[in-house]
């Protein structure tokens, strides 16, 4: 009876506490917890991953992820806003800036821990397979082999796939596309996270055209995370994610939104509820036993004793082994434990401390901070060890707080702790617990790593040449200033950019192809080539030729492109310049070749043509043909000359001469060479130096520039000559290519004609180019003065645009020495010979029989020599010689100005004459040597006249 009413008492006070438990217990916990304060957050989130977030009909964020962060926030009692971008760098962006205090869905990766803290994982996902429901050969990933597989651009399944090469990245942008490349055959499979493709199957009502094979790749964990550092956010996200998996609202929110809870079975409240229903029919039938129980204690009281004691033997040695596995995993870590009591007083520190820090841990144990301040020096003055402090005092988690210490041996270093506040299962606060580590050879390995970022980054700054990195997507992640300089871009306006923006062409259609092909088995058109000449695009919109070279670099589980940039437009520049003037002076020596054997076959008709005019003289017949043949001879000799100026091969007779002066006096002669439409303007500089220049050429070649303007100018227009003094740097005589730095007189002719394309202008100093019809012009006139130009030392250079005219500005080089005044020349005293003896060296057969058959009717005795030995023993051996009359070209080794300088020193009492169609020596050697020139070819009056100058006037010294 006794027992009877026992068991009753039981059963009446299980079913009394149970529903306390249930009823009672929470209501109670509620009034015993104190209001938590008010807090105000900012989230942040991607709004394009379904059905984590997405966005409603009106715009409006919405989604699991969404949902969990407004019951988080709210469990921890703050209100949440909400800041959402598709673009996940702006997401980031915003809460690096501090625009946002946490975001609500990262997914993990090391890489990420640089500069996030996460919570505990609210989410896990499968990234699977989907084929379509028809497909029966693909069952697993190694299927995937060959084939291509879709996945979007920049997810971790993109990054995964690349490093499979046998795999063809069918890439694309939204997971939508994913599934329907499956369908439409662009794919043989999609990878993606199941939840989200389960989702946006049902969405498509698709659902039935997909299937799942094979085992899942990887699980990916999504959390909530928080800045760097920023623990105490982290703590208070995982204390409301503990709360609303506690109520049951975490499994409500992700049934709404996957369609199935996160763990199968039954609610967080049922469980509870079943549990509490078991235990109430437990202590039920409990009761009803323990009436038998007690009639049958006396018989097993030993029994349950022995049972008893062995039971607690076992938990004596499972405490035990757990004790050990614990100090084992204790003295394993290079960390070292400690813990604290409440009122901060050390329990506990392992022997780790000793090993770092050199300090017996027995001496800490009662002791708190403040007490062993002398044995680790400066420690309270160290912000890490207040924000230690504080975190302390307001009973929070501290994480990396840091402080300088010193070991006992005299060195210093760095403590890094990390610790978490105890509460009893009453509530009450215990103390701390946590680890301390020496992170001194850490802190000096950043400091090295700074340095040698700053030396980095100091090259990059102060190299010529323009360097920019790139990520495995082609977006740039670096620009240094060599690049900003080139580009026109400020790192700030393209990292992040594809590297798209800076190409053009062909370049920049296959881009991606090259990267994607790289990526995908290693090989690319660009790496490892060397350099490569490519075009680029500045900002502004123009081209710019680059020299390139790309090398690539492993990091972890990305690649990293470097690209090394040269600006090559100066250099294209020069060497399309040097090609022009190779181009020019091969050109040169043709002609002038030319121009040598034509003079002296020119020489040889009119010497001829004349003699036959004066032996029938006063016989009309057939003058007039041989008078007709001697001016096409002429005129044929005129071209040579043009010729031999732009070979810069013509005898010059370079004189100190005022340009102005010269100029003026041309200003007559232009009026009556140019149509009465052309206008004709002279802007004479002030104080413009003379110039070291044969002043007969600069009018020919000033005369042909006129000429060629006022063709160009048809219906009328302004003829502009203009002199000035400058002076050129080394810089621009560098730029300019082909003038030496100096002073000189520049005289441009400016016309308002048609002008020329640039096609055209890479030809115009090309001999017998021109784009004058036939029989309007030789194409002559622009050579020949390139070629005297560059002959006197000077430089010319011509810019012309269509439409609006042309500019040609010809450098001349500046003369230190009085302006030349040229006497007014005196007709010789007589044009004929008195029996003089002329020495005449020449070579050419043809040349010498006219030649002596001219002075001969002229009145003048000859001896000859056809080479420079020849005609010093003629020299030697003839002393009535008194004029030595001899060609510059000759064989055998001397030139004539070999001969001439020898017969100066062996007889100073000949006179010399000099000739020749082609003076291949240089002209500024003929003019050196100050020796009377007459050019072939010549007539037979001329040469007279000359050869009785240089005998009567005394022109030799």
């Avoid at 405490?319 to 009591?341: F, H, K, M, P, Q």
């Avoid at 997507?473 to 620009?479: A, L, P, R």
């Avoid at 054997?597 to 032996?615: A, C, H």
Wanted: charge should be negative; aromatic fraction near 8%; include cysteine.
């Amino acid at each position: 009876m006794v027992g009877a009413r026992i068991a009753h008492t039981i059963v009446l006070s299980a079913v009394v506490l149970s529903a306390a438990f249930f009823f009672v217990g929470p209501a109670a916990r509620a009034q015993g917890t104190a209001e938590p304060k008010k807090l105000s957050f900012v989230d942040a989130s991607s709004n394009n991953f379904p059905p984590v977030n997405l966005l409603d009909n009106e715009g409006r964020l919405t989604g699991f992820g969404r949902e969990i962060a407004d019951a988080v926030i709210e469990a921890v009692g703050g209100t949440v806003e909400h800041f959402h971008s598709p673009i996940w760098t702006e997401v980031l962006e915003a809460l690096a800036s501090g625009r946002a205090d946490f975001i609500h869905d990262t997914g993990f990766t090391e890489e990420r821990t640089a500069f996030l803290e996460y919570s505990e994982p609210i989410l896990s996902m499968d990234e699977r397979i989907f084929v379509s429901s028809e497909r029966k050969d693909i069952n697993g990933f190694d299927d995937l082999r060959g084939r291509n597989v879709a996945c979007v651009r920049q997810h971790i399944t993109h990054l995964y796939l690349l490093n499979f090469p046998d795999i063809n990245c069918v890439v694309v942008e939204r997971p939508e596309e994913g599934l329907l490349a499956v369908l439409e055959g662009e794919a043989d499979a999609f990878v993606y996270p199941k939840e989200i493709a389960i989702f946006l199957s049902h969405e498509m009502r698709l659902r039935d055209r997909f299937k799942m094979v094979g085992d899942p790749l990887r699980t990916l964990n999504w959390h909530m995370t928080a800045r760097k550092g920023d623990t105490e956010m982290i703590a208070l996200l995982n204390q409301g994610i503990a709360a609303i998996r506690g109520s049951g609202e975490y499994d409500r929110i992700f049934e709404t939104w996957f369609g199935e809870p996160l763990f199968a079975g039954f609610s967080r409240r049922e469980v509870e509820l079943f549990v509490a229903a078991a235990i109430l029919i437990t202590l039920l039938m409990t009761g009803t036993v323990l009436g038998g129980v007690f009639g049958w204690r006396m018989r097993i009281g030993r029994n349950q004793l022995a049972t008893a004691a062995i039971e607690n033997r076992k938990i004596h040695t499972a405490l035990e082994e757990s004790e050990r596995r614990y100090r084992a995993g204790v003295e394993a870590t290079t960390d070292w434990i400690w813990e604290t009591d409440a009122e901060g007083r050390f329990t506990f520190v392992s022997d780790r401390i000793f090993d770092a820090l050199g300090i017996d841990p027995k001496v800490l144990i009662g002791k708190d901070r403040e007490e062993i301040r002398d044995t680790i020096p400066e420690l309270l003055s160290s912000p890490g060890y207040l924000a230690m402090r504080e975190a302390m005092e307001a009973r929070r988690t501290f994480r990396s707080c840091r402080y300088p210490y010193d070991r006992l041996n005299g060195t210093h270093g760095t403590i890094e702790s990390n610790g978490s506040p105890v509460f009893g299962e009453d509530g009450v606060f215990r103390g701390y617990r946590g680890t301390a580590t020496d992170v001194t050879k850490e802190i000096e390995a950043d400091k090295s790593l700074h340095v040698e970022q700053e030396r980095i980054g100091a090259i990059m700054k102060n190299v010529g040449e323009a360097i920019i990195t790139a990520d495995e997507m082609g977006q740039i992640e670096s620009f240094n200033p060599a690049a900003e300089r080139i580009f026109g871009y400020g790192p700030d306006e393209v990292i992040g950019k594809n590297l798209r923006t800076l190409m053009t062409g062909v370049d920049q259609e296959n881009h991606d192809a090259y990267l994607e092909t790289f990526l995908r088995t290693g090989q690319g058109k660009i790496l490892g080539v060397g350099d490569r000449e490519v075009t680029g695009l500045r900002k502004d919109g123009s081209e710019v030729s680059l020299e390139l070279s790309v090398s690539d670099m492993q990091l972890g589980t990305r690649h990293l492109f470097i690209g090394t940039l040269r600006d090559i437009t100066a250099r294209k520049s020069t060497e399309d310049q040097l090609r022009q003037a190779q181009k020019m002076e091969a050109v040169g020596h043709l002609t002038g070749g030319v121009a040598h054997d034509f003079n002296n076959m020119l020489g040889v008709i009119l010497g001829s043509l004349e003699m036959f005019l004066n032996k029938r003289d006063g016989e009309v017949e057939g003058a007039f043909m041989v008078e007709r043949a001697i001016a096409a001879a002429e005129k044929a000799a005129g071209l040579t000359d043009r010729l031999l100026a732009f070979s810069r091969k013509q005898p010059l007779q370079p004189l100190p001469t005022d340009v102005n002066a010269l100029l003026k006096d041309l200003s007559g002669l232009l009026d009556r060479t140019l149509e009465e439409t052309i206008e004709v303007r002279f802007d004479f500089g002030e104080g413009v130096w003379p110039s070291l220049v044969d002043p007969h050429q600069l009018e020919t070649v000033l005369v042909n520039l006129a000429v060629n303007a006022r063709d160009a100018m048809r219906k009328g227009g302004q003829l502009s000559m203009e002199t000035a003094n400058v002076t050129i740097g080394e810089q621009e005589a560098a730029a300019k290519s082909g003038i030496r730095a100096g002073d000189y007189v520049l005289i441009s002719v400016v016309d308002t004609g048609a002008g020329m394309a640039p096609d055209i202008l890479e030809h115009v100093f090309e001999p017998f180019f021109t784009t004058k019809g036939v029989g309007e012009g030789t194409g002559l006139g622009l050579s020949m003065a390139y070629g005297f130009v560059k002959q006197s030392g000077g430089h010319i250079e011509i810019d012309s645009v269509p439409g609006e005219g042309t500019c040609v500005r010809l450098y001349l080089p500046r003369s230190r020495a009085a302006v030349t005044v040229s006497p007014p020349q005196a007709d010789a005293p007589g044009k004929r010979g008195g029996g003089e003896k002329v020495l005449v060296v020449e070579d050419d057969p043809d040349v010498l029989d006219v030649l002596v058959e001219s002075l001969l009717l002229l009145g003048y005795t000859t001896i000859v020599a056809t080479d420079g030995d020849s005609a010093l023993s003629a020299l030697d051996n003839t002393p009535e010689v008194r004029l030595l009359f001899t060609d510059i070209v000759l064989p055998g080794g001397k030139s004539g100005l070999d001969i001439v300088r020898a017969a100066r020193e062996r007889r100073p009492d000949v006179k010399i004459l000099c000739t020749s169609g082609y003076p291949n020596t240089d002209p500024e050697e003929i003019a050196a040597l100050n020796v009377p020139f007459i050019a072939k070819p010549y007539k037979p009056k001329a040469l007279a006249k000359k050869i009785r100058a240089v005998l009567d006037l005394e022109l030799q010294d």
